[in-house]
């Protein structure tokens, strides 16, 4: 069952209890007892699965205020694995990103069984483009604009890189846009579901985007790679695609990991396998239409190219001659992102 | 009668081989109670220790072997960090023994697989202590703990120096000059335990201390911390360390005389029988009727009994009662008073907790979790 398919007053309690749901490889139970999270958490997570109460969890999160005076004067919100508490206190309206970032931060100290990387991951085709990047890069803007343009979303913040598959793993959770990304996707995906902003976070306004119910119903499924993409926002910049080499692609990756030093060697090997089996590109841009135009084209499923192999060939070929591929110019105006 | 006797955690630390025939159920509150007491890595050594490793299930299997990977990543750079500690004392020409997690991993004891390691600990002679702190210096390690209360703090009345940090690796390195205060009620002598100490490989100088004096040791660390969050995984320590060495043949004689040679006769009482009745520590009766002999009178054994039942038991909530916070405090409070004499500690709590009050630790989640 779906949790959105649960009556909202019993999803509530349930919420207040520890509501089991599959993210991903991972059963998580999260409890709550704050209104404003329960709302949040019914919206981002509506398409996944809710599980039966008994059998194995991964990680049991509470969310909760703390239990003096700060439940009342300035309130505030605490996030709890298992009665450990990782994190000071935030304001209460910070709670659903605070659980975001909790979760985030339960996998990739903990679910070491994967080479984690601090990237975006969607995939076309059976293929998936990995878009490792720092804060501000615009990945998140992209991601969104990806996940409802025809792409798979298989996770906005963390790649589960299987190290004996070779597989990207999904964890389809939402996707965290930041300041002005958060009005640019409302008009740039109608049909995309984002939450209430939370104004003054360390970041700036944080609102989330939910995950396209296809991405949810299909995040047992792991994909192979295909690209590597470093994206960067430049302001006024046309859509740029560029080659990226693959040893230098592959320290990328090695930036981006969060668990190397944890499997060292085999983990070099994996992120090696990873890079050796995508075309690598950096991509700079600034109008997301003109972005979705090239990766299309990345895709092979440009309406104006032949076949898929070809024109992916054709932008490879492409890239290879001149070093640097030209967006076609945008199709709409607007849609500066981030 | 405490709720934690049923705790899973406890059941498969006692019986590893149970981890083979446990339900979904079983296994989400083991994992649970063993996430919060730090034994994750060393459930997944002794599922392979018991041959079951292959029949666990999935998903929590997953979690074990990660913590394990996890841990093994640990010891390789803790190995490394021995190799360079000697490589900055070696010269010194003085006994340098590893203590605690770094000898249990040299020697390839069976509590250092799985084993989470936060700092490497070494025991020097008093009398080469500041030879000892200047080559480490000369080598890249820094002093902390700079304001002058925590200087004099360390340097006159603990038996060690503030937490050295390297200044590259950021590694942490205690640098002991005995097993406990300076101020302390008990005062095992540091150079017994030196001159016993025993070779770790071709070096001569570097050293782990003799069987029975690692298990003294590894009791008094966690029958006398000021912090008992990871009782249970000591614990458990000093479980896997005594299974181990039950074998040898005299060892539990020896254990009996060194206790008294050093002092220890209490601590060893308590030891092998907190360590029987929580994770079923097989100790031949003759040893326990001997220890027996110095347990404290009828009624402060009972209450002490109660208390480290409590306090060294899983501290995860599906685990403890209403006392469990009574015991930790009770216990936490007597090793400070067997520390320290009751004007130097009453002093010592006024610091402290005025620093509790005044200063903040902890991250905030925004800047521990991945950037967003």
């Given at each position: ?46 398409h ?10 991964d ?33 209460l ?28 991951v ?54 965290s ?73 592959v ?50 499923t ?8 070809d ?15 030209r ?12 | ?16 081989g ?153 590694t ?85 005389a060194?206790?008294?040679?050093l ?6 009482y ?59 405090g ?8 067997l ?19 005044t ?11 991945p950037?967003?």
């Amino acid at each position: 069952m779906e949790l959105h398919q649960l009556d909202p007053a019993i999803a509530r309690q349930r919420l207040a209890a520890g509501l089991r749901l599959r993210s991903g490889p991972f059963v998580v139970a999260l409890r709550s007892d704050i209104p404003a999270l329960s709302q949040q958490v019914l919206q981002q997570y509506a398409h996944h699965t809710v599980v039966d109460d008994d059998g194995f969890c991964d990680f049991h999160v509470h969310v909760t205020p703390p239990a003096n005076l700060r439940r009342w004067w300035r309130p505030q919100a605490r996030f709890l694995l298992d009665g450990d508490e990782p994190f000071t206190p935030l304001p209460l309206h910070h709670a659903f990103p605070m659980l975001e970032w909790g979760l985030n931060w339960c996998i990739s100290t903990q679910a070491h069984q994967y080479v984690i990387l601090h990237a975006a991951v969607l995939e076309r085709g059976g293929r998936t483009v990995v878009m490792p990047a720092p804060s501000g890069s615009g990945k998140s803007t992209l991601c969104a604009a990806l996940a409802h343009r025809g792409w798979r979303l298989l996770s906005d913040e963390l790649a589960l890189l299987g190290l004996n598959d070779g597989l990207l793993w999904p964890l389809t959770r939402p996707i965290s846009l930041k300041n002005r990304s958060i009005g640019l996707i409302r008009d740039f995906a109608p049909d995309a579901l984002i939450g209430t902003p939370v104004p003054d976070t360390i970041k700036g306004a944080v609102a989330h985007c939910a995950p396209p119910a296809a991405a949810v119903r299909a995040a047992q499924t792991p994909a192979r790679p295909g690209w590597v993409v470093l994206p960067r926002y430049t302001p006024d910049a046309p859509a740029l695609l560029s080659p990226l080499p693959k040893a230098q692609a592959v320290m990328e990756l090695i930036d981006a990991c969060f668990n190397y030093s944890i499997h060292r060697h085999q983990g070099f090997a994996a992120l090696g396998r990873l890079v050796d089996s995508s075309d690598c590109h950096r991509f700079e841009y600034s109008q997301l239409d003109e972005a979705m135009a090239i990766f299309d084209r990345l895709a092979g499923t440009d309406a104006d190219a032949d076949a898929g192999a070809d024109a992916e060939v054709a932008v490879e070929a492409e890239a290879e001659a001149n070093e640097k591929t030209r967006a076609p110019p945008a199709r709409a105006a607007g849609n500066a992102a981030p | 009668m405490t709720r934690h006797r049923t705790a899973p955690l406890l059941a498969v630390l006692r019986e590893p081989g149970l981890m083979a025939r446990l339900s979904l159920t079983q296994w989400d509150l083991l994992v649970r109670q063993a996430r919060t007491a730090g034994l994750l890595g060393r459930l997944h050594a002794l599922a392979l220790g018991a041959g079951v490793a292959a029949q666990l299930p999935a998903a929590p299997a997953a979690h074990l072997a990660a913590a394990h990977r996890m841990a093994a990543a640990q010891a390789d750079e803790a190995r490394r960090e021995v190799a360079l500690v000697w490589q900055a004392l070696h010269g010194l020409a003085v006994p340098v023994v590893l203590l605690k997690g770094a000898a249990y991993l040299m020697t390839g004891l069976p509590p250092a697989d799985g084993r989470s390691f936060t700092d490497i600990d070494i025991l020097v002679p008093k009398t080469a202590l500041v030879e000892a702190e200047s080559a480490l210096l000369f080598h890249g390690w820094l002093t902390t703990h700079h304001n002058a209360y925590d200087q004099r703090y360390y340097r006159e009345w603990m038996h060690e120096l503030p937490p050295m940090l390297h200044r590259q690796r950021g590694t942490v390195l205690d640098l002991h000059h005995g097993i406990l205060p300076e101020t302390s009620r008990l005062r095992p002598s540091a150079e017994k335990l030196i001159a016993a100490a025993r070779p770790l490989g071709s070096e001569p100088l570097l050293q782990v201390l003799a069987p029975a004096d690692m298990v003294l040791h590894s009791m008094v660390h966690l029958l006398h911390n000021e912090e008992m969050g990871r009782g249970l995984r000591d614990l458990s320590d000093l479980d896997l360390l005594l299974r181990h060495f039950a074998g040898t043949p005299g060892f539990w004689d020896q254990l009996v005389a060194r206790a008294a040679e050093l002092g220890l006769e209490r601590v060893l009482y308590y030891g092998l029988n907190e360590g029987q009745a929580l994770l079923h520590t097989p100790v031949p009766p003759g040893t326990l009727q001997a220890v027996a002999l110095h347990a404290p009178p009828p009624p402060l054994r009972r209450l002490m009994h109660e208390l480290w039942q409590h306090a060294l038991g899983p501290q995860h909530a599906s685990a403890t009662d209403a006392f469990t916070p009574l015991a930790l405090g009770a216990v936490v409070l007597r090793a400070h008073w067997l520390r320290m004499p009751a004007g130097l500690l009453f002093r010592h709590m006024l610091v402290k907790g005025w620093r509790r009050l005044t200063e903040k630790g902890q991250q905030s989640p925004e800047a521990a979790a991945p950037q967003v």
